[in-house]
């Protein structure tokens, strides 16, 4: 008769242990992807807390400024593609007639 009221009771813990396990290993797992999301969240100036997020941002000087706005500009001016715009504003040939 003792032996028929501790199974449902090992049963119970059997199934409450497999439960605490899994909820553990979820736990540490969502601990894992946090702190490695902070971590590159941080590379990049990004910082969480319970006041909020901070973005922080990089000085640029000048001339540093300067290179990168230069650099679109020619980077637009070598991926132009409007032939019809070339040959009324730019004396009538154009690059693309050149082959």
Do not use: C
Request: proline fraction near 2%.
């Amino acid at each position: 008769m003792a032996a028929n009221r501790l199974i449902p009771l090992l049963i119970l813990f059997i199934v409450v242990g497999v439960l605490a396990v899994i909820g553990f290993v979820t736990w540490s797992i969502m601990m894992e992807v946090k702190a490695q999301t902070k971590k590159e969240m941080e590379k990049k100036h990004v910082t969480m807390s319970r006041d909020g997020m901070k973005v922080g941002y990089r000085e640029l000087n000048d001339e540093q400024y300067k290179d990168i706005s230069q650099s679109v500009l020619v980077s637009i001016w070598n991926n132009r593609s409007l032939p019809a715009v070339k040959k009324r504003w730019w004396g009538g040939s154009n690059d693309s007639d050149k082959e």
